[in-house]
Antibody, heavy 120, light 107 residues
Framework: EVQLVQSGGGFVQPGGSLRLSCAASGFTFSHYDMHWVRQGAGKGLEWVSAVETAGGTYYQASVQGRFTISRDTDKTSLYLQMNSLRPGDTAVYYC??????????????WGQGTLVTVSS | SSELTQDPAVSVALGQTVRITCQGDSLRNYYASWYQQKPGQAPVVVVYGKNNRPSGIPDRFSGSSSGNTASLTISGAQAEDEADYYCNSRDISGSWVFGGGTKLTVL
């Protein structure tokens, strides 16, 4: 059974930092890309960041330079270090598993989501 | 980065067919994938690639693409299909992008 267990969300003041984690099991972690996707309250899905199987990383423009994505193959875990947080970063953050089968790429598994609230 | 445009809301009578569309330049190079999201739940992929359905997704869900437009068709919509639907594709910069989402109401 595939499991993506997320942790690390919470409440933080503007300018603060948080680290999200996503512990994966039930599939061959090293064979898949890993992503973070967020969703503000009442809003749509917004892609945030990705780390490919070979280690290449990608970021949405609004988080570039503030967020860092990483993966640990030995621990089969995904991380998102979020610095200089802004109120606009408030959202439920999902980790998602990407199938690298270009051009028919898709997200096959999703975590349960973790809420990040940035407010003074 | 690219954008994907979806109609904000669509409605369909129970048992009828509905098409949800997604437009964007990235769709000329990459297939769209489609996600169903019900309130309080994580998204679930329903269609990807040219017209592929993961196991467990009913065959009333199908996908198609032409030029810069991808479509998700639900043939014989059921009450349980009422949800938000999002398209996604990779874009030419190498990152990924979601459409704004379509709220489907089954009447």
């Amino acid at each position: 059974e595939v499991q993506l267990v997320q942790s690390g969300g919470g409440f933080v003041q503007p300018g603060g930092s948080l680290r999200l984690s996503c512990a994966a099991s039930g599939f061959t972690f090293s064979h898949y890309d890993m992503h973070w996707v967020r969703q503000g309250a009442g809003k749509g899905l917004e892609w945030v960041s990705a780390v490919e199987t070979a280690g290449g990383t990608y970021y949405q423009a609004s988080v570039q330079g503030r967020f860092t994505i990483s993966r640990d193959t030995d621990k089969t875990s995904l991380y998102l270090q979020m610095n200089s947080l802004r109120p606009g970063d408030t959202a439920v953050y999902y980790c998602a598993v990407g199938v690298p089968a270009s051009p028919k790429y898709y997200f096959v598994y999703w975590g349960q989501g973790t809420l990040v609230t940035v407010s003074s | 980065s690219s954008e994907l445009t979806q109609d904000p809301a669509v409605s369909v009578a129970l048992g009828q067919t509905v098409r949800i569309t997604c437009q964007g330049d990235s769709l000329r190079n990459y297939y769209a994938s489609w996600y169903q999201q019900k309130p309080g739940q994580a998204p679930v992929v329903v269609v990807y690639g040219k017209n592929n359905r993961p196991s467990g997704i009913p065959d009333r869900f199908s996908g198609s693409s032409s030029g810069n437009t991808a479509s998700l068709t639900i043939s014989g919509a059921q009450a349980e299909d009422e949800a938000d639907y999002y398209c996604n594709s990779r874009d030419i910069s190498g990152s990924w992008v979601f459409g704004g989402g379509t709220k489907l109401t089954v009447l």
